[in-house]
């Protein structure tokens, strides 16, 4: 089955300590990408990838990292999460950018306390 | 920087009313244009896209979208609303290398 495949779905840190959300995908897609969703702001990408080692910022990459070692995996940083990080996250792929459509994740609910 | 614009955070209709969703988006070239759809707990999953191809363009659930140029505008509706419906819609434009989405429409369906 085609699918985009995060986790944790839900993860509750203290400010400071580094997390790593995991994203991959089995369809082979060249890009990817990763969105925050908040109430009133919609989806916002945080960063992309237009194929492996090749990375690139979104609207809002502050306090994010992201690596794209393999085509299948781009895991999101938080290196020092702060509460204002505290957001629904969403992972993304597709073909590539354009036309294509984008198969997105089930999310990871993140909170920082 | 590309925008897009969906008019009502909140939309409620009767079930068995047209539903209407308004997307207006700015850019100097033509897009891509998408709507996706959020369940509850769930990922956006398309309903339909734009690329050029027509201007009407028919999508999954009995969805369509109308691309106006004229108007920057890719309106979603669909003729009869059913309790299924009930879901957060966003619009996206993609250009360039990037997708940019809107805010979001959420959608009540009356019994």
């Known amino acids: 089955e085609a699918q985009v495949t995060q986790n944790p779905r839900y993860l509750i840190t203290v400010t400071g300590k580094k997390l790593t959300v995991t994203c991959s995908q089995n369809?082979?897609?060249?890009?990817m990408s990763w969105y925050r969703q908040d109430p009133g702001l919609g989806l916002r990408q945080i960063y992309y990838?237009?194929?492996?080692?090749?990375?690139d910022k979104g609207d809002v990459p502050e306090g994010y990292k992201v690596s794209r070692k393999e085509k299948r995996n781009f895991p999101l940083i938080l290196e020092s999460p702060s509460p204002n990080q505290t957001s629904l996250y969403f992972c993304?792929?597709?073909?590539?950018?354009?036309?294509?459509?984008?198969?997105f994740g089930q999310g990871t609910r993140l909170t920082v306390v | 920087a590309q925008s897009v614009t969906q008019l009502g955070s909140h939309v409620s209709v009767s079930e068995g009313a047209l539903v209407l969703l308004r997307c207006n988006y700015s850019?100097?070239?033509?897009?891509?244009l998408f709507w996706y759809v959020q369940y509850p707990n769930q990922g956006l999953q398309l309903l339909l896209k734009y690329t050029s191809a027509a201007t009407l363009v028919k999508g999954i659930n009995g969805f369509e979208a109308e691309f106006k140029k004229s108007e920057t505008s890719f309106h979603l509706t669909k003729p009869s609303a059913h309790m299924s419906d009930a879901a957060e819609y966003f619009c996206a434009v993609s250009t360039g290398n990037q997708f940019y989405f809107g805010t979001g429409t959420s959608l009540t369906v009356i019994p």
């Open positions: 993304a792929s597709s073909l590539s950018v354009g036309a294509a459509e984008a198969f």
């Open positions: 990838s237009m194929n492996v080692e090749v990375t």
């Open positions: 850019s100097s070239v033509p897009p891509y």
């Open positions: 369809m082979n897609h060249e890009y």
